[in-house]
């Protein structure tokens, strides 16, 4: 490799972005809009739950609110766990079994369930116990013979004490869009060079394929990590622990420049270069979409190259990951991107060695 | 003197296809060789071979005596191609193309200026590519084909569609250079073209080296040389062709000159397409 003549082409790649205007504007257009939105977004958490309480075989009725809790009467066991599961219409519930109140006034052992929304803040499952406790009270007259047992049930992934805000969970989803329009920046100039045979000309002075492909790599993970750097800046996503996150943008740069290679070498126009740009990258962002939806990611979400970035991400600037939770997770992303970047310059060397 | 460059039976195929096959010549510094023939001939095939941007099937390229095998970087550094395709980065002004061309060659100093003024646009240097004409265009592929004061020129069709003050212009700076001492490998299917600027001919079709010599030598030993007299001849003209290598020749000449009515007489002699025709079978166009 020739650092001389790789300089040379990455300076003429630049100024070739920097007179395209379209890209120009996307990519300044979306960074301030993303920031925009981000900032836009509730930061903070919704503490006050909605209550569910089923008493079966009694009349619905009978628990006021208080203390900002809505209580609302489900007919059944069934219907309020529905109810409480994650997305549903109450944070949490209390599901009285039949035959409670008698049980209680008879000093008879009688089990409560406490269900509880993964969503739902920790101190919900103290203050339902309570609350049983009281109701127990309220139905003995006094203190009754035998406490009734809670039996407390999470529903969905349990992420009690640590919620998200949707301004947080929103982070690496804009941090990924910012990477698609870059991508496709990478794309656009490789087809260019491809179908003007602009780079036969390159070809024929002392530079080499290697030069070429080294300059198109670090103009396409250069642009990637230099916008997505920014906007992690912009929208507080150095927070936690900021090398780990440059490390991670870094890499997940080099894992688009790898797809922007593949759409470039693909593409044939504006439009072509477009469509493989997002039949390429459009999976790889439901990783970063599916943190805007609470459980457990599938199995096969899990494989896709792009996981293990919003994984580091979401748990750096979240959860303060340091370094060894997040070193699984980098590791396979960085194996990620080497296996992607291989794949795209193989595929963009075939292509320039049979022009 | 040595060869500028030296091929040695070369072979290519693309596929099944053979596009180049065991093809030799040479070219000495300061001469013009024209590559001559139809298209899909080999022409470009071979010119790819010689540049480095093939490898041979077969055979060996050796440019200002360093075998392209081994040498090609360094080679590359002292040879100028002109592309039939204009790639030129059509975003970028005339002068930043030549520019950015001379830092692949690790050139700093280059007067870009002054080479954009030998093509005839010095005063379109600051315009963008994409507002050249054809034949801006095509000036501006030659400028940057001397970016780097190469000792070899590859001159693939550098006059195809222009219009013919472009054209001059382009052949004008094709014999400055090789006074100056570059060794020149001109394709084209122009026969006049090749004719009017080469030292030396080669015909190629289907591959293979047909003919190889000045275009002189050609023309006189496999062409035919004849005489063209018309007459007045009862209200209208008469014509007759006398063909100068045939016995008994000069005598009928002489009577022709002679004889009353003559109106026009003109010798004509073969063009080199009427050569090609007669090794290849087929014309230039076909």
């Known amino acids: 490799m020739n650092p001389k003549v790789i300089a040379a082409l990455v300076g003429k790649d630049l100024a070739m972005f920097r007179r395209d205007r379209f890209f120009v504007f996307v990519s300044v257009l979306g960074l301030v809009a993303y920031v925009l939105v981000f900032w836009l977004l509730p930061s903070d958490v919704d503490e006050s739950v909605s209550l569910g309480v089923s008493l079966e075989g009694a009349a619905s009725g009978g628990f006021p609110a208080s203390n900002g809790v809505e209580i609302i009467t489900f007919p059944g066991r069934d219907a309020l766990a529905e109810a409480v599961t994650d997305g549903g219409q109450v944070g949490a519930g209390i599901a009285f079994p039949r035959g409670f109140l008698d049980s209680v006034a008879a000093g008879e052992p009688t089990t409560v369930e406490v269900l509880v929304s993964a969503q739902a803040p920790a101190e919900f499952e103290g203050l339902l116990a309570g609350m049983v406790d009281q109701v127990a009270i309220a139905a003995a007259g006094g203190t009754p013979p035998v406490d009734p047992a809670t039996d407390v049930i999470v529903l969905g992934t349990d992420r009690v004490g640590d919620q998200i805000s949707f301004q947080e969970q929103m982070r690496p989803l804009l941090a990924f869009l910012i990477l698609i329009v870059e991508t496709f920046a990478l794309a656009t100039l490789v087809a260019t060079e491809l179908q003007e045979r602009t780079v036969t000309a390159v070809l024929v002075t002392p530079a080499t394929v290697t030069d070429f492909l080294a300059a198109k790599a670090i103009i396409g993970a250069g642009l990637a990590f230099a916008e997505v750097v920014l906007l992690m800046a ?90 060894v939770d997040a070193a699984p997770s980098l590791l396979l992303l960085a194996g990620w991107g080497a296996v992607c970047f291989a794949a795209g310059a193989w595929v963009l060397r075939r292509r320039v060695e049979l022009l | 003197m040595s060869a500028a460059i030296a091929a040695a039976d070369l072979a290519f195929s693309y596929g099944e296809v053979r596009a180049v096959d065991g093809v030799s010549f040479s070219v000495k510094p300061g001469e013009i060789l024209g590559f001559l023939g139809p298209n899909g001939a080999g022409k470009s095939t071979t010119i790819k071979m010689l540049t480095g941007q093939l490898r041979p099937d077969a055979g060996t390229v050796e440019v200002l005596g360093r075998p392209m095998a081994t040498a090609r970087e360094e080679i590359q550094g002292r040879i100028g191609v002109c592309f039939e395709e ?87 700076l094709i014999r400055a250079e090789a006074r100056r001492g570059a060794a020149v490998l001109l394709t084209t299917h122009d026969m006049h073209e090749a004719d009017g600027l080469s030292d030396r001919v080669a015909f190629i079709n289907q591959g293979r080296i047909l003919a190889l010599d000045t275009p002189e030598n050609l023309k006189l030993e496999h062409g035919t040389r004849t005489v063209r007299l018309r007459y007045r001849d009862d209200g209208g003209t008469r014509e007759e062709v006398i063909a100068l290598d045939e016995p008994g020749a000069e005598a009928r000449v002489s009577e022709a000159v002679s004889r009353e009515g003559l109106v026009t007489i003109h010798t004509e002699e ?13 014309g230039l166009d076909a």
Do not use: C, H
């Open chain 1, 234 to 323: 912009a929208i507080g996503g150095f927070a936690g622990s900021p090398a780990i996150v440059v490390v991670v943008l870094a890499l997940g740069a080099v894992l688009v420049t790898g797809f922007g290679m593949l759409a470039g070498t693909m593409g044939k126009d504006f439009l072509s270069v477009l469509f493989w740009s997002l039949a390429l990258m459009m999976p790889l962002t439901i990783p970063a979409f599916g943190v805007l939806f609470p459980g457990s990611a599938a199995p096969w979400v899990k494989a896709l190259p792009t996981y293990p970035l919003v994984d580091v991400i979401v748990r750096v600037t979240t959860e303060g990951a340091g370094w």
């Open chain 2, 86 to 172: 204009k790639n030129l980065y059509a975003a970028m002004t005339g002068l930043e193309n030549l520019r950015f061309f001379a830092r692949l060659f690790g050139l700093d100093g280059v007067d870009a200026e002054g080479l954009l003024a030998r093509v005839g646009l010095a005063d379109r240097a600051g315009d963008r590519v994409a507002d050249y004409s054809k034949g801006m265009r095509q000036r501006l592929m030659m400028a940057r084909t001397l970016v780097n004061t190469p000792d070899v020129l590859f001159l693939d069709e550098p006059t195809d569609g222009l219009d013919p003050v472009s054209a001059r212009a382009i052949r004008d």
């Open chain 2, 270 to 282: 073969a063009t080199l397409e009427d050569i090609f025709v007669v090794f290849a079978g087929r």
